[in-house]
């Protein structure tokens, strides 16, 4: 089956409309927007949910940010400050517990390395505690962080890795960020997505690697993640289907061609896209010219958003005279 | 129009045939392998040839290199002795003369970074000539190489850089290295081409950028290019064709329904582009993931083929030694 | 004789009144205070005065800036206010001439890399006046920027590059950043010297390095550089005097003694270096740990100053908008 | 106290030689030469041995490389070949075995990162084995490796992160890679020790900082060192002393100064260096011009050496054909 991926919650919502009318049970939809963010809340609450979205229960928010956001550097603290008010109600830790940031993906390509770049810029301050006790101001929480690389990189499942340092440190609260396959471009490298299910990779080789949630590392897993790419094969498949349904609606009167067309499988589809992409298929992803940049931009927006998060007795200015 | 790009002529010559049963004038194409690389020679030899295939006049030699040289790195020399070979009719400089290599593209952006890539594996001599003649061999060829930037990073044109770099050192001849789009996913980062022609930037703002080449230098001008991408509306356009097409063959029965199906012009194929890579259309490109890797193979490949070509009073293992 | 290298007129004129007591002819000198930063003017008037300072005639100022401000950025934004009120009667150009901002040094080698940081950062708006004149204020300089690299990387002296860029785009002002050698370990990531002569290479194999001045391009070339490493001979040369001069304090009574101390000359303390440095000598650098990021701190500074002194109809806000 | 600070056992045995003549009781030292290569294998045998020599009982060897190799690449594979050949009796693991690399150390510091540069280029096996059991070689060993990262980036002791990890992954061996600081400028980034004691931090902050060795991990630990800088404050007390010494052979006539001067002692000492060394102290690195490049082919040594000792079944063709 052609596998038409996002990692978004809000398009598994827009795919199953796209092909059934019939209610969609066990999903809940807000929308609101704060400082031009649009904002989507989708809760998935029973299992009915869970199949018709192809995701675990849980809370998903969605903020689409504005294009010109990332080139503004006022715009970008404000997006944090949106991001942090989201995850507020999802960060349930006691001020002196501690979190575990993690940057999930591999830091050699740069759609993927969103993760590490937000690590690399979240307030650090575990060992502090430990060294300096008393020169850390009592009302910083003890933040610790790590990329773990991915599976190619260091021959361990990232869910190994992770368990084992969770038991050691033994963290309250581990938050997981991760660059996500969207469906459509506009969402590319303009959208956070906050969940508190952790991450659950499927497809291809994945389909054997760990989950990284509650249930696999036994504390809480918020997942944030940002699309980075669109598969190549979701632009042909979505190009196919255009293209049918402008045949479709010219040839309405023809009754047989237009049941021809509707009988055009996915299997035809498939055929086709593998056609195109030849010989890549799986591996092929769209990206801006400029991707280099706006992850960089977006990496900011989540460390800070994080970091005003963990940190509620600090304001952004000392969180960024203590990092820079 | 739709700008179905490609900078192979390669692949103009493809499209040419594509749309066109009539005769090709004013190219010759001959084509050859050598160490399972197939190489392909398009001499354009009139005005005729140039405007059917949208390129200037001379002759452009392209090498598809088989997928698993890039992970062989005998197979990278053997890849890189077949170039210097393409190279030597084009190399016409007495041995003491100079020759400067530029690496061209945004070093920045990975799949732009090609040129920029090879010029840091130039064997460069140069000044060696001038600050310690004694010790360098008579035989050694003054070899001197700069990237010199994009327009948005420099504010100056790259064709204004090299006027003047050139008018003071007074190289005989330049070989300018470039990243490339091709129209098939399958010679991304497998094809080099060699042309000499220099380049000719063309489309969009590009429109009044200054050509790199012997008109505009005043020496002869090599070209080598690597298509490191395909724009993502060539995918997009070309699956297009591919679903009319399929349906065209199942249609031949149904007389009006195929006349329709041919009156789809290229306007209402732009108009289903732009739909499906809204907001980006020109800027979107389709890589694969591990362009990383591959990128600086290829790099290594031209790298070679040209210090080889360069000094051919040195072994590969000499070069090598240096450079290491 | 023993290089006790410094590039901080400064620290030229520290060394002439450690070794002579005798009034220095040709050079005022004139100290002051700007935002906790130490500001000193040395202004080099004859030939007296450029034998004893081993410098060109012009002006030299030199800003010592607090090591806390590294690490806060609102400090960093009022030390590049500062810096660009000490280039303001060094920039004597209109609004609309073009400056050209030179990045000097080796991008590969951390000490080295300031001059092609500080580039990264300026505001490039020289291509916007002929690509879209209606769009840009009219307020806005033309700037353009390059990093040449180094005689290694490139194979052709930076001044013959240089020259060759100039003579095409025709700058009205040249500002040349580079990193220095200082003689204090205290200097070192924390001092901005401006001046107005370029720069003149000097030792070793860039005696026949081409000077980067008015003379050498024809046009005003301001230099900014920063101390960014100790020559290890220093250290060691240092730490030799400060031994000498402890024992005779201790052994003034012992006439002979003392009498023998004052002998040990020059080339007997060469020896001893040697022995300490074997074999490095010429090629050894004392570096702080973090040089990493404080480099990077004062490449911003320094961009930062110099976005404000060449576009004195922006705000740095407007600037820093324009630039992520 | 002035620490004389000396990561090789080599020079620790040459420092208690300088100070005392009595005989070396617990430490046994062997001379040998392989390739060119100078191999110095000190064992240190009971506690007495611990004590004069301030490390752990063990196996210590030293490998002095001479200086062209790093820039020869056959004698760089050479010199991977002798370190493999030492490594031998070292890694006692079955084939089938975990073997899991470590690459200690801050890879923002170019003097610190020559660990994760060595872990990018260990062949890593551990995922294929699961993956693609068929498709793998039952000869090849199981590799992982992790650069874990240092204290101030993740707010995790190493000791922590790896302990959580052996725990998971169950590793048979472990092999560390770290930078370390010599005494001599001559041994920096050409020497590479080797040691079956594992990695015990010491010092400053490091003081609380994790052992990372069998008793700590609970499997035994390979530890492989490369001396990458010296201290600053190592050069200013050997330049001291070679002042102080310089002088007695000339004062040895004058009895009261040749005493006084024998009074000279460590805090005196201590004080100069401080002075001298202003405001930095303990951080000072001094590091020859191009350690960028010679850490790379460092790394790149010690990499072929582990592969082609982890992987007797292969060759190194095999190896590299695999890696790039």
Redesign the interface.
């Known amino acids: 089956m052609i596998n038409i991926r996002t990692d978004l919650a809000l398009e598994a919502k827009e795919l199953y409309s796209e092909k059934t009318t019939s209610r969609l049970e066990g999903v809940n939809v807000n929308e609101f927007e704060e400082e031009d963010i649009k904002i989507t809340e989708v809760k998935i609450t029973n299992q009915a949910g869970e199949k018709a979205m192809g995701k675990p229960k849980g809370t998903y928010i969605t903020m689409e940010i504005p ?1 010109f956001v ?5 715009a ?1 603290e404000e997006a944090a400050q949106v991001l942090a008010k989201q995850l507020e109600p999802l960060v349930k830790v006691e001020k002196n517990q501690t979190v575990l940031v993690v940057g999930l993906g591999n830091w ?3 759609s ?1 390395a969103v993760g590490p770049k937000v690590v690399e810029k979240i307030m ?5 505690m ?2 300096v006790p008393d020169e850390i101001d009592e009302n910083i929480r ?5 990329s ?2 991915v ?7 990232t869910g ?2 992770l ?7 033994k963290p309250s609260l581990v938050v997981a960020i991760d660059a996500l396959a969207s469906r459509k ?2 969402r590319v490298n303009r959208t956070i997505q906050i969940s508190n299910t952790g991450i659950s990779p499927g497809g291809g ?1 994945g389909n ?1 690697r760990m989950k990284i949630n509650e249930e696999a590392l036994g504390v809480p897993v918020i997942a944030i993640g940002v699309p980075t790419v669109v598969h ?1 094969a979701t ?2 498949y ?3 289907n ?3 349904n ?2 479709k609606e ?2 309405k009167a ?1 009754e ?2 237009y049941s ?2 509707g009988n ?1 499988g996915d299997a ?1 589809k498939e055929r ?2 593998k ?6 298929v799986g ?8 991707v ?2 706006t992850i960089e ?1 977006m990496a900011k927006i989540i460390a800070n958003g994080l970091n005003i998060s963990l940190q509620p007795a600090l304001t952004l ?1 000392d969180i ?2 203590y990092l ?1």
């Open positions: 294009p990332q080139y503004d550097g006022e970008m050699n390509i740069v993927d650090i301050t575990r060992h502090l430990q060294l003890p933040v610790c962080g790590i773990p690389g599976l190619g990189l260091t021959g361990m499942e190994e890795i368990k084992g340092i969770v038991e050691k440190i471009m506009h080789i054997n190549a632009i042909a979505d190009t196919i255009l293209v049918l402008q045949i010219f040839s023809e047989n061609f021809f067309l055009i035809e086709m896209i056609d195109i992409l030849n010989p890549y591996n092929l992803m769209v990206t801006p010219k400029d280099d940049m931009s200015d960024n005279t820079s």
